[in-house]
């Protein structure tokens, strides 16, 4: 059984790992992308890192390029993404989305429709 939202937030030392994991409703089997976003106190929410629902194609932003890795289980309802060497500025509510359009891989703003209340990711220097 799948629980649905975001789970595996908390506070950490910068440079250490958390590993984020998300359940979702059964359609997200038809959606285009699964992808990660998060919204820092009086900043937009950014995508973070997306992945093809039925496909190997990932894209992460500049931010966490090389840092972050996301990843799909089989049941294409179960969102995880392993962030490594995490710094200050990665402090944010972390969310999970889905997006049904076929650009999806660009996370443009407003592409990706989140579920969950989101979990805090929190680092200190």
């Known amino acids: 059984q799948v629980k649905l939202g975001e789970s595996g937030g908390g506070s950490v030392q910068a440079g250490e790992s958390l590993r984020l994991s998300c359940g979702g409703p059964?359609?997200?089997?038809?959606?285009?992308?699964l992808g990660w976003l998060r919204q820092a106190p009086g900043k937009e929410r950014e995508g973070v890192a997306a992945?093809?629902?039925?496909?190997?194609?990932?894209t992460y932003s500049d931010s966490v390029k090389g840092r972050f890795t996301i990843s799909l289980d089989n049941d294409k309802r179960t969102l995880h993404l392993e962030m490594a060497g995490l710094k200050p500025e990665d402090t944010a509510q972390y969310y999970c989305?889905?997006?049904?359009?076929?650009?999806?891989?660009?996370?443009?703003?407003?592409?990706?429709?989140?579920w969950g209340q989101g979990t805090q990711v929190t680092v200190s220097s």
């Open positions: 059964p359609n997200l089997s038809r959606s285009t992308c």
């Open positions: 992945i093809l629902t039925h496909g190997s194609s990932t």
């Open positions: 989305g889905a997006a049904w359009t076929p650009d999806c891989l660009s996370m443009t703003s407003g592409q990706y429709n989140s």
